[in-house]
């Protein structure tokens, strides 16, 4: 099995490499999925949350109230921290759980935004560190183009999240998304050439 992390600022095309990935054969496993499953209706982890944070953090359906808790934590490391260690021990255990599912020989994509905000030894965890690559100007394109944001509000997303420089740090690997998808597509399809052939070394 070969472990590969895959990251990229907010409107890179991770989602688009994660995909394609995906369609020829990894086993991709979504870091911010497996953080809204994790406090998913009816879970031990919501009733964490509810005890650390109160009751209002509910919906009246029993969900969690997701705008309201980032509002909470926004502001205060203090109260993001403890959120934190509600949701990423019980999300690593997810990704434990579906690791040891995946058949021998898997390539596992892991699908992670903020990879390189949590550091380089979470970056050593990973075999391959795939790095999604465009300049910002092309991130605010894409966003305020495909995805209906407004300028500003991709700006002050991308202001929270690393540098390209940081991210091209911890990266083993690097997806030029600059071109267009015909170019991207060229790109995965050499990539996973290259993964799959170390996965079937392991
Ligand atoms: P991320 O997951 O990194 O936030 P997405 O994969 O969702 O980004 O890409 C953001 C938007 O840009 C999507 O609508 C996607 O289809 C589009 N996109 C991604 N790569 C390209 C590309 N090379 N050319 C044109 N559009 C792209």
Do not use: C
Not at 60 to 68: N, T
């Amino acid at each position: 099995m070969l472990k590969v992390g895959l990251t990229g600022g907010i409107g890179s095309g991770k989602s688009e490499v994660a995909a394609r990935l995906a369609a020829r054969g990894a086993v991709v496993i979504d870091a911010d999925a497996l953080a809204r499953e994790v406090v998913g209706w009816g879970t031990p982890g919501l009733a964490a949350v509810v005890a650390e944070f109160g009751p209002d953090v509910l919906l009246p359906s029993g969900e969690l109230d997701r705008p309201k808790v980032g509002s909470i934590v926004f502001s205060d490391p203090e109260r993001l921290k403890a959120l934190n260690a509600i949701v990423h021990p019980l999300v690593g255990r997810r990704m434990r759980e579906l690791m040891d599912a995946a058949p021998a020989g898997s390539v596992v994509v892991y699908d992670v935004p903020l990879l390189a905000e949590n550091g380089a030894a979470s970056a050593a965890a990973y075999d391959e560190v795939v790095v999604v690559d465009v300049p910002e100007e092309t991130q605010v394109d894409r966003l305020t183009s495909r995805r209906r944001m407004t300028e500003a509000d991709a700006r002050a997303r991308m202001a929270h999240q690393a540098t390209r420089e940081e991210r091209l740090a911890v990266a083993t690997r690097v997806i030029d998304n600059s071109g267009g998808l015909d170019v991207l597509e060229e790109q995965v399809e050499a990539l996973w050439k290259v993964l799959a052939a170390r996965a079937a070394a392991t």
